[in-house]
């Protein structure tokens, strides 16, 4: 029987009530597939603000460095937002975190099921089958942390703020690799988003990618888009992407553009995989809704789990190679959320839902 040793830090928000229904669909999952898991809560967050005096305690990171994984929830909330805008815990925790560990890969599906197109604000003539793309978004570098970064009072008296955009060769090549082991395993299609029209570094990119993928993925098409015309392509006929490959800041953009398409952010589960391998020889990554800490429904027992709970399975595939009981969280999710008399609007959130009925909704069928 394998142990699955992980880190499990639910902040903010509703982190904490979606985080215990998609552990209690894990550890159904672990009877059936024959492991157990010895798993560390720690705190992340405003929670670890309140309680520890900052959002990424060391204490947490030694509880991540001990584990093969991260099952991260959500951080933030009206409560902490009148920090300054350092010791906030978006930017005191979730940045910092991503870059202790190198989380440079982000990788978000954007899945609608075909029964549930209504949920879509797309027509749905522009969808008839759903949706189904995978946004890899470069997640340690760009303008998040380029140097120099900083406000100051020029000599008039006015405030000038800089943030600088900052690309190397290297951080492009590793994560165009990334974007063509995704595209393999998918369509074999990978479109670079950039603004080579404009900037430096997406110049750079652009020639980066397009001779690292000539190199060593001959096999996969490759195109470019700018960035302003992806965001409308992107509205317009999504599934004309398979792979939308892009820099940090475009990306965090480009991925939420992607949420809403595919009918709500309580369905979309995100990976971070950096370079670091775990004692299992996968690689070390941390595993996140991509929604938010909701506040306005939360503790009301109404948040909808399954984008934790996808979260979970992407865990399995990629960190435990544990792949049969990824695939089965993830039909599991799909008829919990397209059988029955649910509608679309009932599965995605639109109407309340009940976070607990919807766990027991995938564990059913699990
Ligand atoms: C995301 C979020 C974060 C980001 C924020 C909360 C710092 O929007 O994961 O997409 O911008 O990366
Ligand atoms: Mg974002």
Redo the contacts with the bound molecule.
């Keep these: 029987m394998k142990t699955l040793k992980f880190a499990v830090l639910p902040g903010d928000g509703i982190g904490p009530e979606v985080m215990e229904v998609a552990l209690d669909v894990l550890k159904s999952a672990g009877e059936e597939f024959s492991f157990t898991l010895d798993y560390e809560n720690a705190d992340i967050g405003g929670i670890a603000f309140d309680k520890h005096g900052t959002a990424f305690p060391d204490s947490t990171k030694q509880v991540c460095e001990a584990s093969e994984a991260i099952l991260f929830g959500s951080v ?1 909330g009206p409560k902490w937002e009148s920090l300054p805008p350092k010791e906030q815990p ?2 005191a925790a ?2 910092p975190i991503r870059k202790a560990f190198s989380l440079y890969a982000n990788v978000r599906p954007g899945l609608l099921y075909p029964e549930l197109t209504d949920a879509s604000p797309l027509k749905k003539e522009r969808i008839p089958n759903g949706i189904d793309i995978v946004c890899i978004r470069e ?1 340690t570098g760009g303008i ?1 942390f380029g140097q120099p970064k900083s406000t100051s009072t020029l000599g008039n008296g006015e405030e000038q703020a800089i943030d600088t955009m900052v690309y190397k060769t290297s951080e492009i090549e590793r994560i165009s690799e990334v974007a063509i082991n995704t595209a393999k395993a998918r369509g074999n299609r990978v479109c670079s988003v950039d603004k080579a029209n404009v900037l430096e570094t997406s110049v750079l990119w652009r020639k980066v990618v397009t001779t690292y993928f000539a190199k060593h993925a001959p096999e996969i098409e490759l195109s470019h888009m700018y960035v302003d015309n992806a965001a409308m392509q992107l509205a317009r006929d999504p599934n004309q992407f398979d792979v939308l490959f892009t820099e940090n800041m475009f990306g ?1 953009i480009l ?2 553009e992607m949420g809403v398409i595919c009918g709500s952010l309580g369905m979309l589960a995100s990976a971070s995989l950096g370079a670091q391998k775990n004692s299992l020889g996968f690689p070390f990554g941390l595993y996140e809704p ?1 929604g ?1 800490t909701a506040p306005d429904i939360a503790g009301k027992g109404i948040a909808n789990p399954c984008a934790q709970i996808l979260s979970v399975a992407m865990m399995l595939r990629y960190s435990f190679g544990q792949l049969e009981a990824a695939t089965a969280i993830e039909t599991a999710v799909e008829k919990a959320v397209t059988s029955g008399n649910r509608t679309g609007d009932i599965a995605f959130g639109i109407d309340p839902i009940s976070t607990k009925a919807m766990g027991e909704a995938v564990l059913s069928h699990l």
């Design positions: 933030g978006e930017r979730l940045l997640l998040y965090d991925s939420d991509s938010g």
